[in-house]
């Protein structure tokens, strides 16, 4: 904010002093209702229009009313092509062990705990040794990541193979074919160590973490995880002219994977003559627990027996086979091009995909307790995988897949449930698809909380929420963003994420790098819009699990001596116990050290001008000279960054009775402000007419004015205008809560 513009309080005085008027008082206890769209502002019997805001830039409104200044954006690191887009992924291992995915043009770099993964102290790659996907070895003061796995020979024969991928200096990065416009349509979900990642335009597959340092990424086999039997044979005892044809499946552990058929062997014999039999062997499977064994019947091979781990032979000795049970057939749906998945997801201990450019309104569920394996057998058994086509007026696409009590299938032109009809285990024969609503979801992969689903609509702009109506019995969709469509009028959504502590709140980028929030507690009634901005552009979002919070990720595009660098940042907490801890700078780094004046490593801000909070109290702002600034008096816990303006702005000020004050002209001539340690305050009736508050009282002079928990007064200057609004201002690196406001307003006559 321009410093000639501000004041410091002041009585009333002027022109209009003696103006003839109506004095009343107004009051706001909450602002929850955040940010409403001017096209309500007559709605004066909405109980939104009594906490709402005309206007809350940088504010976060909280559940329980207040608007807090939000912090700031840590710098992290810069993204590896900064002219390139770079699109943010969360992965959680666990709520200790969660990791933000960096994926940019054909690369993926980690992040954790506010820092980017490094590979650590790398072992030297030795000849002829067997490496594995995602293993990281050095050479010749290289390092390296394992792209395929392979018995070494010499390392420049491995090398020239594409074997191995070189890393920048100790970055761990993973090697994609993912393309810089394709990764906003990459969809994802997560198992365990496990992301499985689909878009139409790549074969699906899976990032896995093999340990700390180590992952990789390998195309999706549709196939079962155990391999069947070899060594297959067939030895009769006794002799006919009838032809026996058997074949043998392996089970994995849990008897829920069963491998495709071995090979078919034959023999002749009559085993209707007592004491004639055949027996059937195999080689050992490693991992199997059984074996099953199936017999030629009537043209399908039907099972007959089995044997348990160990036990390689069977004994048909005359076994009527079970035609109700057969050997499963391989199938892989997605094994070409233009029948690449689009959404993916798990339900009811199967994995799903959906959405192919060749049938775009199937579904694929694979076997019970599998990930991968498609296989049906003749005839269907419950546990089988399975197609399921959507039956719809339009053929549009499925594009997302969402557990919830159902399965909710969100399509470019409606919203429908996937369930058990009967109310026992999904199978292929109970599967049901009824519609719910005809909205349709954009391709912004959608955020789940609680019994909620929060999706970008596919037209127009804005969030739409899903939930489940005991009342109708199905699932009902309402405008999220209906108090505030002036924030989505004429702009997309491009990405999305949802924070739950220490607040709940969506995290919407908009197509022109405006960070949107929602205070979402649908249970409490609340639902309230803010947005955020920068210097610079919001372009991706991630929210993971660190501490006892969420925290925000964000890749932010900003302009630096005339040139485009992508930076990776994170939200810094609200929460602080002394003073000088603080954070509300953007792009921000942190000394915490001896007592200086001079600070270095702010490259990545050169020729930017800074805010600077020193030990608690607010620094002269400086310009980043040579990667420096350097400040007056020294200071042992400093932070540096771009300076965040803060704004809220009133709605305009009507009293519902007869409508008294509409079309009249209105002073604000002061504000009371219940505030929680706050500094850095000014208000007015526009942003270039601000009255600052006096934050020092008795602290000695060298000392930072404390923070204040009070009521505080401002008696601004004198603007008549038909609205009466109050723009309350902070742009210094200071927090701010504002609790509750009450305005002295006098009406014209």
Known sequence: MDGSARHHEQPVSGAWANHAMTAIRTLQRSFAGGEITPELYGRLDLTKYQTGLAECQNFV????????????????????????????????????????????????????????????????????????VGQIRSNGGTNYYCKTAHTSGTFATDLAANKWYALSGSIVEIPTPYLEADLFDIHFVQSADVLALVHTGYAPRELRRLGAVEWELKSIQFAPTITEPTGVAVAATGTGSITYKYCVTSLAEGDEDESIASSVVSTTNNLNTAGNSNKVTWTNVSGAVRYRVYKLRGGIYAYVGQATDGTTGFVDD??????????????????????????????????????????????????????????????????????????????????????????????????????????????????????????????????????????????????????????????KTIDASIMAPHLFTGYTIKDMAFSRSPYSCLWVVRSDGVLLGLTYVPDQQVLGWHHHVT???????????????????????????????????????????????????????????????????????????????????????????????????????????????????????????????????????????????????????????????????????????????????????????????????????????????????????
């Open 61 to 132: 409104v909280l559940p329980h009313g207040p608007a807090t200044a939000r912090p700031g954006f840590q710098y992290i690191g810069s993204v590896k092509t900064v002219a390139k887009k770079t699109r943010l992924i969360p992965f959680s291992f666990s709520t200790e062990q969660t990791y933000v995915l960096e994926f940019g043009d054909q690369y993926v770099r980690i992040y954790t705990n506010g820092g980017q993964l490094l590979d650590g102290t790398v072992t030297a790659w030795v000849t002829a040794t067997a490496y594995t």
């Open 318 to 475: 005359n076994i009527t086979a079970d035609l109700g049970t057969t050997p499963p057939t391989a199938q892989d749906p997605f094994a070409s091009t233009n029948n690449y998945p689009q959404a993916v997801s798990y339900y009811e201990q199967r994995r799903v995909f959906a959405g192919t450019k060749n049938k775009p309104q199937t579904t694929w569920l694979t076997r019970t307790a599998t990930e991968s394996n498609m296989n049906r057998a003749i005839p269907s058994k419950d546990d089988d995988a399975m197609v399921i086509k959507l039956a719809a007026r339009e053929a549009n696409v499925i594009r997302h897949l969402v557990p919830m009590a159902d399965l909710i299938m969100l399509t470019s032109s409606g919203e429908w449930k996937l369930s058990s009809g009967n109310a026992d285990a999904l199978t292929p024969t109970s599967v049901q698809i009824k519609p719910q609503s005809y909205t349709g979801a954009s391709n912004v992969q959608p955020a789940v909380t609680g019994n909620s689903i929060l999706y970008a609509q596919d037209r127009g702009a804005g969030v739409r929420e899903l939930t489940y109506s005991w009342e109708t019995q199905a699932y």
């Open 535 to 749: 210097d610079g552009e919001f372009e991706s979002v991630a929210v993971v699990s660190e501490g006892t919070e969420d925290v925000l990720y964000a890749v932010v595009k900003r302009t630096i001596g005339g040139n485009t660098k992508r930076y990776v940042e994170r939200l810094h907490t609200r929460e602080f116990t002394d003073q000088a801890d603080a954070f509300h700078v953007d792009c921000g780094l942190t000394y915490d050290g001896s007592p200086a004046t001079t600070f270095s490593g702010l490259s990545h801000l050169e020729g930017k001008t800074v805010s600077i909070l020193a030990d608690g109290a607010v620094a002269p702002s400086k310009v980043v000279t040579s990667g420096q600034v350097t400040i007056p008096v020294a200071a042992s816990v400093v932070h540096i960054g771009l300076p965040i303006e803060c704004k809220v702005k009133t709605l305009p000020v009507v009293v519902e009775t007869q409508g008294f004050g509409q079309g009249r002209s209105k002073n604000v001539s002061a504000v009371f402000m219940r505030v929680y340690r706050s500094g850095g305050i000014s208000a007015g009736p526009s942003e270039d007419r601000q009255t600052q508050f006096r934050m020092r009282t008795s602290e000695p002079y060298g000392t930072a004015p404390a923070l204040k928990t009070e009521e505080i007064k401002i008696v601004i200057q004198n603007d008549w205008q038909t609205g009466g609004q109050v723009v309350v201002m902070h742009d210094e690196p200071l927090p701010m809560t504002l609790v509750s406001m009450s305005a002295e307003v006098e009406i014209g006559g």
